[in-house]
């Protein structure tokens, strides 16, 4: 199942962006004592007690404003309140209940949604002071002290939203089922690829870009395996994403991409290779993920003997950072090469989870370097000690060396293939971790 949503909101400048980078652990909201920094809906993954969820920042409600971007900004929260699981509402200790506290509390009433109320610049340590009792007056439950700037008091604001997070065992699949996102930009053909692989219409299918508003999942079990495929709404450039539903599609999307095995890149034969392309690509190759790219719509391309294999040398070009990416041609609407898909699916997958033994990873390591010698600086020259592969999904692999200084790009790069010449893993990235032995144990 995608990971449970959880939303911070409240009025402008109580502190939201810092508590959201205090929870999650890194500076990504903007912090400003400006109201109005945050504006569009910013998400991260957050762990605590070993559950993940997906936590957002939004921008400060302001009730009853007419200012146009304030008035977007509330659309903004008030979207990402119907799609959280739980809402945390952060008030302001200095400033006591306020008029706008009162509203943004009925308007989270209103949703049905679970709330918890946090209330923010409780910098000191010990008993809250006696303006904090005020809060109750908002109706929603007891507050809970905290500090974003310190972090005192965060922990038991997170024990609290564990409390109303669903279940995170809905999820039922096993570990033999493969897990597909079917990502790329608006109307290149996504849903239609799903409805072909299941035989009948599961999803909408429209020329109108951004028919799918939120990730799906379908089931299929044949002669390949079992696999879930998860269509997705188009990924467009955030210039472009100016309704803010589809701004919710898009987070759906790069979810849909956290929880799958293998993401399906689809491209519409006809408009061809776009800047656009290379971040929904290079997203899923961020994350580790097995990838295929699916040049759709190949029925409506005139052709001669060399088309395909024209086309196939232009996206080897643009998707030179992902070398190891397979392409197939299909078509959702005649079915042309569906099977080969799945196939290609099935095959990705697996070189995704591959294992390495250690002796066998050595001895290429070692014919490698024979090979080509390891680059030098003033007299010493890099020495790599062994390599092992620490973890699959993707193939990770770890080299112990003298002086991690020395191990240029360009020398891993060429590790890097020639275990991809040895090994195979196709459709999958590679991460090589290097690791420097301490140098006074070092002879």
């Not at 669903?166 to 999820?171: F, L, V």
């Not at 570990?175 to 597909?180: A, K, P, S, W």
Request: aromatic fraction near 8%; charge should be negative.
């Amino acid at each position: 199942m995608s990971l449970p949503i959880v939303a911070i909101v409240g009025r402008p400048n109580v502190g939201k962006s810092t508590l959201f980078n205090k929870l999650i652990g890194q500076r990504l909201s903007i912090v400003q004592d400006t109201p109005g920094v945050t504006r569009d809906r910013i998400y991260s993954k957050c762990e605590w007690l070993n559950h993940e969820f997906m936590l957002v920042d939004t921008g400060g409600i302001e009730p009853d404003s007419d200012d146009i971007i304030l008035s977007q900004m509330r659309r903004q929260a008030e979207l990402a309140i119907t799609k959280a699981d739980v809402t945390i509402l952060v008030a302001d200790m200095t400033c006591g209940v306020t008029a706008n506290d009162y509203e943004v509390a009925d308007m989270l009433q209103k949703s049905g949604k679970p709330i918890v109320l946090c209330v923010n610049k409780c910098d000191s340590l010990g008993e809250p002071p006696v303006e904090f009792y005020e809060f109750y007056n908002l109706g929603l439950g007891d507050p809970i002290p905290v500090s974003s700037v310190h972090g005192h008091g965060t922990g038991d604001l997170l024990d609290e939203v564990l409390k109303y997070l669903p279940d995170e065992n809905g999820e039922d699949y096993d570990d033999t089922t493969i897990r597909v996102a079917v990502i790329g930009k608006p109307n290149v053909g996504k849903s239609s690829i799903i409805n072909r692989i299941c035989g009948e219409e599961r999803v909408i299918v429209s020329d109108i870009a951004g028919t799918t508003r939120d990730a799906t999942d379908t089931v299929i079990e044949n002669e390949n395996g079992k696999f879930v495929f998860i269509d997705t709404a188009g990924i467009r450039k955030k210039s472009k994403v100016l309704d803010s539903i589809e701004k919710y599609s898009v987070l759906r999307s790069y979810m849909a991409v956290d929880r799958a095995d293998v993401a399906v890149i689809v491209i519409d034969a006809a408009v061809g290779f776009t800047e656009q392309d290379s971040k929904v690509a290079g997203y899923a190759h961020e994350k580790g993920k097995a990838c295929v790219v699916a040049v759709n719509k190949w029925d409506a391309i005139e052709k001669d003997t060399n088309t395909m294999n024209e086309f196939r040398k232009k996206l080897e070009d643009d998707f030179s950072f992902m070398s190891y990416v397979p392409f197939v041609f299909i078509s959702a609407k005649t079915g042309l090469r569906i099977e080969k898909l799945f196939e290609l699916i099935k095959y990705t997958a697996e070189q995704n989870a591959v294992r390495i033994p250690t002796g066998r990873l050595n001895d290429v390591l070692a014919y490698a370097t024979a090979r080509v010698q390891p680059p030098s600086d003033k007299g010493r020259r890099l020495k790599i000690y062994y390599m092992t592969q620490a973890s699959t999904k993707p193939p990770t692999f770890i080299a112990f060396v003298n002086r991690a200084d020395l191990f240029h790009f360009s020398y891993q790069r060429y590790i890097e293939n020639q275990i991809r010449e040895t090994f195979g893993l196709d459709g999958t990235p590679i991460v090589l971790k290097v690791r420097e032995r301490d140098r006074n144990d070092v002879k």
